[in-house]
């Protein structure tokens, strides 16, 4: 909603669904060359450029970019996230430039997806990290971690779940 008021607020305020389209199609179909080069870096060019292709042509891909929803978006974002995973090596600030708009830019849009992004980069830096070397206190500290953010989230969503049932006025839900 924030990125249609944004483009409208810029490219005129009437009710023109084709300006954010085009700007989401555009973000979308970006993706593919963040999809490209990541696995062009994993394995073969070959490879790469059929994941590409699967990529660009996934019938949800083509459905969901050519409509105004966030998730051509988000999964540009997983793509970059993915571009930015590979990169971790060889260019260190590249990765972290690359990582960093796609964690703000999916945390805009959906903080969950945002939030499962930052697991899976958390997940790949500890094995770039260690490597084989790791150490079983360092497992057992990450799952503890890992769980401890797993109950407290639990915890939020019971609790917002039952504002969810005490509310009055949400028609069918609230009465």
Do not use: H
Request: charged share 10%; no cysteine; glycine share 8%.
């Amino acid at each position: 909603l924030w990125f249609m008021a944004f483009l409208y607020r810029i490219f005129g305020g009437s009710y023109q669904p084709l300006i954010p389209q085009f700007f989401i199609s555009l973000i979308g179909a970006s993706g593919i060359f963040f999809m490209f080069s990541a696995v062009s870096r994993l394995f073969t060019e070959k490879i790469a450029l059929m994941a590409a292709l699967a990529y660009a042509l996934y019938p949800e891909s083509i459905l969901l970019g050519a409509s105004q929803m966030r998730e051509p978006l988000l999964i540009t974002f997983s793509a970059m996230t993915a571009y930015a995973i590979t990169r971790t090596v060889s260019e260190k600030y590249s990765a972290i430039l690359w990582a960093g708009i796609a964690l703000i830019g999916s945390l805009l849009i959906s903080p969950g997806i945002a939030l499962l992004l930052l697991i899976l980069l958390a997940g790949w830096l500890i094995i770039d990290r260690f490597g084989t070397k790791l150490e079983l206190r360092t497992v057992f500290v990450v799952i503890g971690v890992f769980s401890l953010f797993l109950i407290v989230s639990l915890v939020f969503l019971v609790f917002s779940w039952q504002k969810l049932g005490e509310s009055s006025g949400l028609g069918i839900v609230g009465e």
